[in-house]
């Protein structure tokens, strides 16, 4: 079955330092998303992403956040000046064109900002 | 704005019981409802969803969730818990089906199955 691969899983990070992390979607998907967990919280929206571009964005999402797919089939979300609070389980996910089957999630990376 | 409400943080039954999860949610529109469940140091992993049509909806590892538009609820259910069952489970809502509307997620309900 096709999987969303998120690497790396675990990143310890010091403050201020920028991270990326990376997510290779499922093939033939064409929508990509992120989305943070913290600790024991509810799993929270941070972007969407169609067609080389920004779809939606949460209020979380701001200047310190950034997405991109440098080519056809990574799909990177990049954190510029990390903070502690930046610390949380970040999810990839995609999904098909018809949608009907909801989101595939990758395993998560788990940013530490020490 | 589209939310998700699932009113207990942690629901205990004994294995061979049956178990409910609940969740109502909240949208200006028609819902398009998921559940997901997150057994440890994992990600996502889709269980079940309504889009239209039937009511019940039939899911994987013979989990089940009834939605009700009246009570705008999408409880899941299994009519005999395992202890491989335990996780956290996750209730998320779309308006549009199509197209890059986020899921919206609710706070997740950790289930623990005794033996």
């Known amino acids: 079955e096709p999987e969303v691969t998120q690497t790396p899983s675990h990143q310890v990070t010091q403050m201020g330092q920028e991270v990326i992390l990376r997510c290779v979607p499922i093939?033939?998907?064409?929508?990509f998303y992120w989305y943070r967990q913290i600790l024991g919280q509810k799993v929270e929206f941070l972007v969407s992403?169609?067609?080389?571009?920004?779809?939606?964005k949460s209020e979380i999402f701001d200047d310190q956040f950034s997405v991109e797919r440098p080519d056809g089939s990574n799909f990177t979300l990049k954190i510029r000046s990390t903070k502690l609070e930046d610390s949380a389980m970040y999810f990839c996910?995609?999904?098909?064109?018809?949608?009907?089957?909801?989101?595939?999630f990758g395993s998560g990376t788990r940013l530490t900002v020490v | 704005a589209q939310s998700v409400a699932q009113p207990e943080d942690q629901v205990n039954v004994a294995e061979g019981n049956p178990l409910t999860v609940k969740c109502t949610y909240s949208?200006?529109?028609?819902?398009?409802l998921f559940w997901y469940v997150q057994y440890p140091n994992r990600g996502l992993q889709f269980l079940l969803k309504?889009?239209?049509?039937?009511?019940l909806v039939k899911g994987s590892y013979g989990f089940e969730a009834e939605f009700n538009k009246s009570q705008t609820s999408f409880h899941l259910k299994k009519p005999s818990a395992l202890v491989s069952d335990s996780a956290l489970y996750f209730c998320?809502?779309?308006?549009?089906?199509?197209?890059?509307?986020?899921?919206?997620f609710g706070k997740g309900t950790r289930l623990s199955v005794i033996a």
């Open positions: 998320a809502v779309r308006v549009l089906l199509v197209g890059n509307t986020p899921l919206v």
């Open positions: 309504y889009i239209t049509g039937d009511n």
């Open positions: 992403f169609y067609n080389n571009e920004i779809s939606e």
């Open positions: 996910a995609s999904s098909a064109p018809d949608n009907l089957y909801g989101y595939t």
């Open positions: 093939s033939n998907h064409l929508y």
């Open positions: 949208v200006s529109g028609n819902p398009y």
